[in-house]
């Protein structure tokens, strides 16, 4: 079974599809037991970092993800992936801290939000394709980087260490490649 964290900002609904379309169980909860059963975790998220920060400690989450991230397949999508790392510029709060890395602000000669296809640069050949991306900030991390896409300069679009995956973009919203790469994610991750 897959627990989705409801904290209350999150693709929830489209993600739940996604991942029931690949034939897995899937949950949405905030409740600390559920959460526990589950076999893996999704971190979802859209909207503002530290609004998401505050609702994970309103709802008595931070202890529960801190015990999961270690013991079961850990995966933060969009807002859910810079939630792992240490800081964001974003309300200039500290995330989970699972991460190495802080998240700004987008800059540059290029659209903020940056909204659309990029295609993915990545070491594993399956991870080439194009992929749906809307986001304003992005991660600064030289460590656990598994793909990047270019919008000016490299965004970190997967992140990898251990069993704890970050996504940047929305794989349910990238057709068929990014349901297979939420797959992949899904069963443990991406070797290089």
């Keep these: 079974m897959i627990a989705i964290v409801d904290y209350g900002l999150g693709n929830i609904a489209n993600l739940t599809n996604a991942c029931e379309y690949l034939g897995y169980k899937v949950v949405v909860t905030s409740d600390l037991e559920v959460l526990k059963k589950a076999d893996r975790i999704i971190l979802p998220g859209v909207g503002h970092f530290n609004d998401a920060m505050n609702r994970i400690k309103e709802n008595g989450l931070l202890s529960v993800l801190e015990e999961l991230k270690s013991s079961k397949p850990f995966v933060g999508i969009c807002l859910g ?6 800081h964001s510029e974003e309300g200039n709060v ?6 190495p890395g802080t998240v700004k602000k987008i800059t540059g000669n290029v659209s903020v939000p940056h909204l659309g296809w990029n295609k993915l640069k990545s070491t594993v050949p399956s991870l080439d394709d194009d992929v749906y991306f809307i986001h304003s900030f992005k991660v600064h991390t030289d460590q656990n980087v598994v793909a990047t896409a270019e919008y000016e300069d490299d965004v970190v679009a997967i992140v990898q260490k251990d069993n704890i995956i ?5 794989p349910e919203k990238s057709g068929v490649k990014g349901l297979q790469i939420l797959d992949q994610a899904l069963k443990g991750g991406f070797s290089q």
């Design 94 to 99: 500290d995330g989970l801290g699972y991460l």
């Design 81 to 86: 992936m810079q939630l792992l790392f240490e």
């Design 166 to 170: 970050g996504i940047q973009f929305h």
